[in-house]
């Protein structure tokens, strides 16, 4: 059971846009930065989003990220087949003192 | 480049012990702090343990308090994980990752490709 709650999977046509969702509490998301992250198949995880809406050097404007309260919102516009990857939310939990982590969300381009 | 490699990955029986090494490279190890993230087959990830820069400020999952410990040697730019009692369910690939800052945030900005460990008799 992951501290952070994201839908399993989530899936779209090419072209398309799809959200994925990241729910918390108070102790991380509502009050700590949240980041995602790209896991393609048999590979690292990959910074995607930092600081709730901020994209690292070579991370197109087609992801986006937004928070609200206790939430967080990961955005992928323009879906291409190779953005077919678990996804992942994470963020500092100040009552744990500990990283947590979202359960991934399997993303399928149709 | 930023570079993470992990080392140390294996089979071990349940109970037995093993330490796992990370060598660090393409930036300036000291400045940052540094975890290990693991994923069992199938799963998601799972935060295992962090470490400050300078090794003042360690931080544990539950799940492993108590029977692993994070070490680091900013000399030779390399961080550690020292795994004792293991279990079957610390079978995992385990991941090396940068923090962006000093201390244990929620932000890993690099990710090793990870080192397999199997627990199993």
């Known amino acids: 059971q992951s501290v952070l709650t994201q839908p399993p999977s989530v899936s779209a046509a090419p072209g398309q846009k799809v959200t994925i969702s990241c729910s918390g509490r108070?102790?991380?998301?509502?009050?700590?930065?949240v980041s995602w992250y790209r896991q393609l198949p048999r590979t690292a995880p990959k910074l995607l989003i930092y600081?709730?809406?901020k994209r690292p050097s070579g991370i197109p404007d087609r992801f986006s990220g937004s928070k609200s309260d206790t939430s967080a919102t990961l955005g992928i516009t323009g879906l291409q087949t190779g953005d077919e990857a678990d996804y992942y939310c994470?963020?500092?939990?100040?009552?744990?003192?500990?990283?947590?982590f979202g359960g991934g969300t399997k993303l399928t381009v149709l | 480049e930023v570079q993470l490699v992990e080392s140390g990955g294996g089979l071990v029986q349940p109970g037995r012990s093993l330490r796992l090494s990370c060598a660090a490279s393409?930036?300036?190890?000291?400045?940052?702090?540094m975890h290990w993230v693991r994923q069992a087959p199938g799963k998601g990830l799972e935060w295992v343990s962090g470490?400050?820069?300078?090794?003042?400020?360690?931080l544990y999952a539950d799940s492993v308090k108590g029977r692993f410990t994070i070490s680091r040697d900013n000399a030779k730019n390399s961080l550690y994980l020292q795994m004792n009692s293991l279990r079957a369910e610390d079978m995992a690939l385990y991941y090396c990752?940068?923090?962006?800052?000093?201390?244990?945030?929620?932000?890993?900005?690099?990710w090793g490709q990870g080192t397999l460990v199997t627990v199993s008799s």
């Open positions: 990752a940068k923090d962006w800052a000093r201390y244990t945030s929620g932000l890993q900005d690099y």
């Open positions: 393409g930036f300036t190890f000291v400045d940052y702090a």
């Open positions: 470490i400050s820069w300078n090794g003042g400020s360690i």
């Open positions: 108070s102790s991380n998301i509502g009050t700590n930065y």
């Open positions: 600081d709730n809406n």
């Open positions: 994470a963020t500092w939990d100040s009552s744990l003192s500990a990283v947590v």
